[in-house]
């Protein structure tokens, strides 16, 4: 049984003063700004110590952060001030989490990476989240992103079982409208946790009208 990581892991991770992924915003998402629009409801899943997050709110949107750890999200309020800009939190559990339903515009993840038990059921309850015609914006490591961890240290699970391919993805959100659905080489270039080459999948999708 593959179990993710705790609480006490990701405080431990985020516990100093060093923002582990940087403070600049994920470059995919950067990409997708000509999908937003200032007053957008927005929920960024397992967004740590908030570099996505608060750039969501530097486009004009609401953001909701959800983490499982504490002391990531302290710095994503920290970062939030730093930019002037207003990023609500909070720190919860997906697993247990009393998901929103029908209420985002947008969702993102980030390099959200779950294991199989509870990869289904967490990536369902991001899709019931959205209005219908929202959008989920998602990067993860692929499998082929073992040996680039191997090669550039560039980051991810090193469990084979725990990073996406686009057949496992399309499996998942299959009531949604994919509007992109690619796998991509990319430097990584976002602090000390993602550096160097990379393999990746990138999805972006819609869910469908009521």
Not at 78 to 102: G, I, K, M, S
Not at 175 to 193: K, P, Q
């Amino acid at each position: 049984m593959f179990t993710s990581h705790t609480s006490k892991f990701w405080n431990d991770r985020y516990g100093d003063s060093n923002y582990i992924y940087g403070t600049a915003p994920n470059q995919f998402l950067t990409h997708q700004q000509h999908r937003l629009k200032s007053g957008m409801n927005a929920l960024a899943v397992g967004d740590g110590e908030g570099r996505n997050g608060v750039w969501l709110a530097q486009q004009g949107l609401r953001v909701l952060s959800v983490d499982l750890s504490a002391a990531g999200l302290k710095k994503a309020k920290a970062l939030a001030t730093q930019h002037n800009v207003q990023l609500q939190t909070d720190c919860v559990d997906l697993a247990t989490w009393a998901w929103p339903q029908d209420q985002y515009d947008l969702v993102i993840s980030i390099y959200l990476h779950l294991s199989p038990e509870l990869r289904p059921q967490i990536h369902w309850a991001m899709l019931s989240a959205l209005k219908p015609g929202g959008l989920l914006i998602l990067e993860a490591f692929n499998p082929q992103q073992i040996e680039y961890q191997h090669q550039y240290d560039s980051g991810g699970p090193k469990i084979p079982e725990m990073l996406y391919t686009p057949e496992l993805l399309r499996q998942d959100f299959a009531n949604a409208e994919v509007l992109e659905l690619t796998e991509t080489i990319t430097d990584l270039s976002e602090g000390e946790g993602h550096h160097g080459q990379a393999s990746v999948v990138r999805l972006v999708l819609q869910k469908k009208a009521a």
